[in-house]
């Protein structure tokens, strides 16, 4: 427990000071948590690229969170509770608004539905809700126990371990394995029956935003795995969105990412647009992400959150 809270007081990012050019402020600071394997701050590249100085120029108060890597969403979540914790220490506010990019949005639930009194809304965006066919099928290619899965691990724990290290965070435990079975549709249906809040009852579907837990729940992400030929990492991601038989961001299906409200889960976004990556290359005829995340924004605003 004490190499957790110490590893929250280092792995808390302020986005710098004040919030600006709003006149109107959000009423609770955000706080960012990235997917598997994702960072705060990758050789000075954001993971949510621009993002938080949107949130600023709104009048929100932005933080990034350190979570592992590579792990379950449930110690990650463990992680972000303390890091929770010391952010309502440093601004006087008795919740947060918390945003999460793909196992980020486990990462999210898990802290909402076990300390709901810290937490104003949960935004789940591209988030793997209801499983990941990829996740399935990556698990079910390989044999548990075997060689070839030990191996393929010991692989992704080296990359998790490479982005903890040059993002500032090597202290933090990995395990790929965990990683990938809370990404699978059985993992995602037992995390789901654990921590039921603000998802839908039926796949596909929606809820209304406020959940009996008294925190707010939205969603939004992607149906289109290649959205811009000057993105390099479209081309994988076309690749990966072949296993799926629906509409889909090339690692999660549009129907997967509801919860709660769902602003639109037919973005024309891929998987990394959804957090303005690579560097801000997306659909040149769609709406900018950035865009999404400012009338987001306003949103909570609405609501005085």
Request: with cysteine.
């Amino acid at each position: 427990m004490k190499r957790l809270i110490l590893g929250a007081l280092f792995g808390v990012l302020a986005i710098v000071g004040s919030p600006a050019h709003s006149e109107e402020q959000l009423t609770y600071p955000v706080i960012l948590v990235h997917g598997l394997f994702g960072f705060d701050n990758l050789l000075g590249v954001d993971y949510f690229y621009r993002v938080p100085q949107v949130i600023q120029e709104e009048g929100g108060q932005v933080y990034v969170a350190q979570v592992s890597s590579a792990h379950n969403s449930e110690l990650r979540g463990e992680q972000l509770l303390a890091q929770v914790a010391i952010v309502r220490a440093l601004t006087g506010q008795e919740k947060v608004n918390l945003i999460g990019h793909s196992q980020g949005a486990q990462t999210i639930r898990y802290v909402a539905s076990v300390k709901p009194e810290w937490v104003a809304s949960v935004t789940s965006i591209g988030g793997v809700n209801w499983g990941s066919r990829f996740a399935d099928v990556v698990r079910g290619g390989v044999d548990s126990g075997s060689f070839s899965e030990q191996f393929l691990a010991s692989l992704a724990n080296a990359l998790a371990g490479l982005i903890d290290l040059l993002s500032g965070k090597s202290g933090v435990p990995k395990d790929a394995l965990e990683a990938l079975s809370a990404l699978t549709t059985a993992g995602t249906l037992a995390f789901n029956q654990k921590y039921p809040e603000g998802v839908p009852s039926s796949y596909c579907a929606e809820t209304q935003s406020l959940a009996s837990n008294g925190v707010h729940y939205f969603s939004w992400s992607g149906s289109k795995a290649w959205t811009n030929v000057f993105d390099p990492a479209d081309n994988a991601l076309a690749l990966f969105s072949q296993v799926f038989d629906e509409a889909n961001d090339g690692l999660v299906s549009a129907c997967s990412s509801n919860l709660g409200q769902v602003i639109n889960n037919q973005f024309k976004m891929n998987h990394l647009d959804q957090v303005n990556q690579t560097i801000g290359i997306h659909h040149l005829f769609e709406t900018d992400p950035l865009t999404v995340y400012r009338q987001h924004i306003r949103r909570l605003k609405a609501l005085a959150l």
